[in-house]
């Protein structure tokens, strides 16, 4: 069975301090590794595709890398608008579709 | 660009109710994917529909189904509802039907609680 764990829970930052979320992934094959983002009383909004060991993706602030059992997302010099739940997502090689399984997310707080 | 669209919003139930929710997903979109948010189990896959065929289907019992019409909208129901079933239940299409996306474009959900 795919199993996605992110930690932390919680992350509470000072605006302009780096941090790091991380995202372990158990999957017979993987197929892409997705990192969203879900603010309060939103659907979560898609932001990076992984496909392979090794591969690196930015958009902004942030920066999503990729190895063979976890993925980091990395925000630089946060603003209060990064302020969200970030959720990570594997795909397995055997899924037909677009069936997902989600990891239970990190609460990011950026305070001002 | 109109996104996904669901409907209702938010409804409130009683047990051994039923309930029907509808998606509308963005034009074009023929693939689309329920999931349900919860804050003990997260978010967990329902099912996805592909040109009116259910594609994939999650660990969900048999009073949870949906369909999808020819136009791509879709509904889910679930039937004899139970406390449990309070949640938030997120509607996703997708452009491509086949291969990698992930890349899944999601409404605003429906809020259904269960009293």
């Known amino acids: 069975e795919d199993q996605v764990t992110q930690s932390p829970e919680a992350l509470r930052l000072q605006e302009g301090e780096s941090s790091s979320l991380n995202c372990s992934y158990t999957?017979?094959?993987?197929?892409?590794l997705f990192w969203y983002r879900q603010d309060p009383g939103k659907g979560p909004e898609f932001l990076f595709t992984?496909?392979?060991a090794g591969e690196e993706k930015e958009k902004e602030r942030l920066k999503a890398t990729l190895t063979k059992k976890e993925s980091f997302l990395h925000i630089t010099a946060p603003k209060p608008e990064d302020s969200a739940t970030y959720l990570c997502?594997?795909?397995?090689?055997?899924?037909?579709?677009?069936?997902?399984?989600f990891g239970g997310g990190t609460r990011v707080l950026v305070k001002p | 660009k109109a996104g996904v669209t669901q409907t209702p919003r938010y409804l409130i139930k009683t047990r051994g109710q039923q309930v029907t929710l509808s998606c509308s997903p963005i034009?074009?979109?023929?693939?689309v994917s329920w999931y349900q948010q919860t804050p003990g189990q997260g978010l967990q896959f329902l099912f996805e529909?592909?040109?009116?065929?259910?594609?994939n289907k999650g660990n969900f019992p048999g009073r949870f189904s949906g369909r999808q019409f020819s136009n791509s909208r879709s509904e889910m129901n679930v039937s004899t509802l139970e406390l449990g079933d309070s949640a938030l239940y997120l509607c996703a299409s997708s452009l491509v039907g086949q291969g990698v996306t992930g890349e899944l474009f999601f409404g605003e959900g429906s809020r259904l609680t269960v009293l």
């Open positions: 999957v017979s094959g993987l197929r892409g």
């Open positions: 992984l496909y392979s």
């Open positions: 529909y592909f040109s009116e065929t259910q594609r």
């Open positions: 034009s074009g979109h023929r693939s």
């Open positions: 997502a594997v795909q397995a090689e055997e899924a037909a579709g677009n069936k997902l399984t």
